[in-house]
């Protein structure tokens, strides 16, 4: 049996300091993972809040809860993952928390 983790879903920050602050705040509290929406309103785009979020934590989980299919081609999602969150992420396959399998 996998081990229980918490987490928050949060979509609303005014800037990036006040986003990597609320990843850091997040992680202290004992949090294993963040993740962010992804809806077409006036929450803050996921793709960059995964990275930014990750910056500044050592093992918070990040990923999204949901990605708006028609917003989001597949293949650019892979992309995304594979590429450009491993640069930011040490161990990606360990910090990306997603329920879809991407692979190369």
Known sequence: MKPFRFGVNV????SRSEWTE?????EALGYDILT?????TDLIAPLPALIT???PTKRLRVGTNVLNND???PVL?????RDR???VV??????????HKLTK
């Open 90 to 99: 040490q161990s990606p396959a360990q910090r990306c928390d997603s329920r």
């Open 77 to 81: 999602l892979a992309h995304f993952r």
């Open 85 to 87: 969150l491993t640069t």
């Open 22 to 26: 609320k990843a850091g705040r997040i």
């Open 11 to 14: 979509g609303h920050a005014y």
């Open 36 to 40: 962010v929406p992804d809806h077409p």
């Open 53 to 55: 979020a990750a910056e």
């Open 71 to 73: 917003l989001r081609h």
